[in-house]
């Protein structure tokens, strides 16, 4: 009540007013630290913005008058108050405008600012000039920095210059800089305030980085801390990275002796906080943080406790381990440049480190370094299911424990002292009311609040180990029980455990099949513009020319699947051809920053051996028309080699015989040897097609390719197709040249396994009837889950846009979700296709084509 009232404004004249003015001056400066304190631990106190905005206002204009005093002690702490207002506000841009009148409106407020900042930066350049150096002595004097030599409130004092008048009103020049330069940085993630910002010309945010005073430097580092962990703030890129920069070196100053120990413990927490978002792990890792933590780590403070020197030991293997486990630095098909396959921190010293860790009394060092040890040691998981089945489950179960979105039940129960019980889990609904009610109300989560009741480092940890064994076909049927959870998480869960928890669902969709049948190219052909859908979530084929829809009652499965290839037309699965052998990692991760280029340096790593290059399935079906044209059609051509034009490995070819036309099938092996496979007739309609590749092995006693047409086989002993499939539809996707003359004409549901199917998986596929035995069962059960709308909800966040976006765009091959997503996202995505971040922009391109 007293900010209001107080008469703030200087009187002309008259020193028995002058002399109550200063006090009231004071007493305002004191009220305002008073209420900031309040406020900044977590007192609500209702105080009317307008009021700081009008004393900001009224000595920005005074300043002119040449016996106008600073007032820096004012100014000072009624940033500090308007600082802690913001910063605990869920919406600044509203606190920032509240209260005032019509005409003073946000822009208002920003210019009254821009003018205290303004005058910041120049008290600040004034006694940067005045002062030399560390001594802290007066090295010149100018006539601003005489006239700043006088007393705060009474121009007409003089002050000495080693006087503790003069010192403290430097600090307060320093505080006013320091908290004007923080409130700065708390507006720039909201949207509607960046770009005011930018137009109205504030310059140079980076001053607070170079005061040096321990309070100033805790309230820089704790900003930057609490910025970090917003997810708004991570849409601002190179905010973001500023941050980075400047934390790293402060952390070189404190190696070098330049900085105090007391804010070390805050400088490491905000890194490591930082060091969640993938921008950020790529950044530490080219800033090489392993060798910085490394002489940190061998020098510990020498004044701090052992119960401190492990704080800050884990507070760095938090920031190592998520530097580890970015897609760039463990996935060997992923890089920017370079080798993929060298791993960052370096295993070679890395892994030492980690296994010294394992034997820790700390459970918490002790967690994060046997995830690491079992992530990075990817030969455990050469086995099959059933063998790493009991790891699997504890790590599942220990993760499902001490989720972030487990962190209202976890705090109810320490709050109701109950540690030792089990918290329940929310129902799915629930959760996506939870996720629903903090979007629209702006709430969010943050690793720092979560830190006393769950893990939400370690919990990074754990779901980035599970996203990677996702992708193995031959896990996917231990995540059963894991969708719901992880739809839980990617709901409740703080931003990057989010992003792994979308992550694994994606992976999860990748090859999507329960058993084990490595489905890896799969086009449905389901609607009339679902042309380049690939349902394996594997490739991105290219479409050249225009293939017809099916005809209205003509296609297969409740009349709609079809595409008829005609001439010009056809589909390329991928620029250098698929071979099943080596199966592109484009899709099987979706680093905000990178591009697709950088998913796909290598081909995917199996877990295990390869596929053998003579193991695979084709299996299509295809309509035979009353009165097919009389010339080939080719089905499947290879991809070019050098001096080597492609070949059509598999198609129809027209005899004539006695005026009549005979159609054979051409199955080109391997040497180039023409292979005549003689069929019964074709009769007019719908025929299932299969080439079963194999050698002879427990499994499958076969050494040879087996051709299926519907009901009827024949088999091609010590014969092979080449393992390499470039183009579908036609024999070349170049009308222009004369060529793309020979389309196959009206197929569907084309799948590629890169594995040897037995005879009762072939005959199912010519019987079946409807789409219940499609192996797309995963997409389904999660389809069925609402994860449509639950993705939804994470678009916030670049990071985790990227893998929200990859999920969904892989649940958009499911025919019945796409007019959901649409619904709920789908003006969202459509802004996405001109994000900054590569990665978004590419998948959200992905989706809408699915979509289409």
């Known amino acids: 009540s007293f900010l209001k009232p107080c008469q703030y404004k200087r009187p002309a004249s008259g020193e028995a007013m002058l002399g109550r003015w200063r006090m009231d001056i004071k007493a305002l400066g004191n009220c305002a630290q008073t209420l900031g304190t309040m406020i900044k631990y977590g007192h609500q106190c209702q105080v009317e913005t307008q009021s700081i905005i009008s004393v900001f206002h009224a000595f920005s204009s005074a300043r002119q008058a040449e016996d106008a005093p600073d007032c820096l002690g004012l100014l ?77 409130l009474d121009r007409s004092v003089k002050l000495k210059l080693e006087s503790q008048e003069l010192k403290d009103k430097i600090y307060s020049a320093r505080m006013f800089l320091c908290y004007v330069n923080c409130l700065l940085w708390l507006c720039m993630p909201v949207q509607s305030l960046r770009w005011k910002l930018r137009d109205i010309g504030f310059k140079r945010l980076q001053l607070t980085f170079e005061l040096r005073e321990d309070e100033l430097l805790r309230v820089t580092l704790s900003t930057v801390r609490h910025l970090a962990d917003l997810p708004e703030a991570q849409q601002c890129q190179d905010l973001i990275r500023f941050f980075g920069e400047n934390l790293l070196g402060f952390l070189n100053s404190y190696l070098q002796g330049q900085l105090a120990q007391s804010q070390l413990r805050l400088l490491l927490d905000a890194i490591s906080i930082l060091s969640m978002q993938r921008g950020m792990q790529e950044f530490f890792a080219e800033s090489d943080v392993w060798s910085s933590y490394q002489k940190l780590l061998q020098s510990p403070p020498p004044s701090s406790s052992q119960q401190e020197v492990k704080k800050i030991n884990l507070v760095c293997l938090f920031t190592l ?128 609040e979560t830190m006393q009741y769950c893990a939400p480092h370690e919990c990074v940890l754990a779901l980035s180990l599970l996203s990677r064994l996702a992708l193995e076909p031959k896990f996917k049927a231990l995540f059963k029980d894991a969708v719901e959870p992880l739809l839980g998480c990617v709901c409740a869960g703080i931003w990057p455990e989010a992003r792994e928890a979308a992550a694994t669902l994606a992976n999860l969709m990748w090859l999507p099949d329960w058993k084990e049948e490595k489905l890896v190219c799969w086009l449905k052909f389901d609607s009339p513009n679902c042309i380049v859908v690939d349902a394996a979530n594997c490739l991105l084929p290219v479409k050249t020319g225009n293939p017809k829809p099916v005809d209205m009652g003509k296609g297969m499965y409740k009349s709609m699947w079809g595409i008829e290839f005609v001439e010009g037309s056809c589909i ?250 649409y619904s709920v996202c789908g003006r969202e995505v459509l802004r996405m296709l001109d994000s900054p971040h590569p990665m978004i922009k590419r998948q959200a391109a992905r989706l809408m084509t699915n979509l289409a």
């Open 76 to 152: 000072a702490n009624l940033s500090r108050l308007f600082y802690w207002i913001c910063r605990t506000s869920s919406n600044i841009s509203e606190r920032m405008h509240e209260h005032m009148s019509g005409e003073e409106d946000e822009d208002f407020v920003l210019k009254v600012l821009q003018k205290m900042w303004v005058r910041c930066v120049d008290n600040h350049s004034m006694l940067q000039s005045a002062l030399e150096g560390r001594k802290g002595t007066f090295a010149t004097t100018s006539e601003a920095f005489e006239r700043f030599c006088t007393d705060d």
């Open 572 to 821: 390329t699965l991928h620029p250098d051809g698929l071979r099943t052998t080596h199966i592109p990692g484009t899709l099987a991760s979706a680093p905000a920053l990178d591009t697709l280029a950088c998913t796909s340096k290598k081909p995917y790593a199996w877990l295990g051996s390869e596929p053998d290059s003579k193991h695979f399935t084709i299996t299509c079906w295809f309509y035979w028309p009353a009165s097919p044209s009389p010339v080939d059609k080719v089905l499947i051509q290879t991809s070019p080699k050098p001096k080597s034009p492609p070949i059509a490995s598999l198609y129809i070819e027209c005899e004539e015989k006695e005026d009549q036309h005979e159609w054979v099938w051409i199955l080109v092996d391997r040497s180039d040897v023409k292979r005549v496979i003689r069929t019964p007739r074709l009769m007019q309609g719908w025929h299932s097609l299969a080439v079963v590749s194999s050698t002879r092995n427990s499994k499958y006693p076969f050494d040879g390719t087996k051709f299926f047409l519907d009901e009827w086989k024949v088999e091609l002993k010590h014969v092979w197709m080449p393992n390499d499939f470039h183009v579908i539809g036609n024999s070349t996707g170049t009308y222009e040249g004369g060529e793309g003359k020979k389309p196959f004409g009206l197929i569907t549901d084309f799948r590629i396994y890169a594995s040897t199917l037995n005879d009762t998986a072939i005959k199912a596929i010519a019987q079946s009837t409807d789409t219940e035995s499609h192996p797309d069962e995963i997409v389904r059960m999660i389809a069925q889950m609402d994860a449509a709308t639950i993705l939804a909800q994470r678009l916030d966040v670049p990071d985790t846009a990227s893998e929200c976006l990859r999920a969904l765009g892989s649940l958009a091959t499911l025919a019945s979700q796409r007019a959901k997503i």
């Open 321 to 448: 381990g998520e530097v580890a486990v970015h897609p760039c630095n463990r996935l060997s098909w992923v890089c920017k440049s370079g080798d993929p396959s060298t791993f960052y921190p370096p295993r070679d010293a890395f892994e030492p480190y980690l296994e010294s860790l394992v034997k820790d009394q700390d459970d918490n060092m002790r967690t994060i370094a046997s995830l690491l040890l079992t992530m990075f040691q990817e030969s455990k998981f050469h086995y099959p299911a059933v063998e790493i089945e009991t790891t699997f489950r504890s790590i599942l179960e220990w993760w499902m424990v001490n989720t972030t979105a487990q962190y209202e039940e976890q705090r109810e129960l320490v709050e109701n002292q109950l540690e030792d019980e089990t918290a329940p889990r929310r129902p799915l609904p629930e959760l996506l009311q939870l996720a629903i009610t903090r979007k629209r109300e702006q709430i969010a989560l943050t690793s720092m």
